[in-house]
């Protein structure tokens, strides 16, 4: 599991190095989504690392009903949800 996590990692990082530099070249609302979206993923993936090192033992990654649960989930529709928004409306504004 902790393979797949890393593996996992870098596309992670990746696109939040990308949304970070068109936030600093743009500074809009869109760019801003992205960036924000794609640094929720990275926690996502985060989170799966921690899983799998055992880390953070309090948090129960893995168990449902856990606060490491919903902050997989939480962080995971969050991500989804603005970096899909801030891209379609930065393609729509050109």
Known sequence: MLVKALIALVPAVLLLALSAAVFVSRRNLAA????????CLVIVVL????????????????????????????????????FLTGWIVRRLRG
């Open 47 to 82: 989170t799966h690392v921690c899983e799998a090192l055992g880390l953070f033992p309090s948090m129960r990654f893995g168990e449902p009903d856990s606060a490491g649960h919903y902050l997989d989930l939480t962080s995971a529709v969050v991500g989804v949800t603005f």
């Open 32 to 39: 801003f989504l992205q960036l924000a979206g794609s640094g």
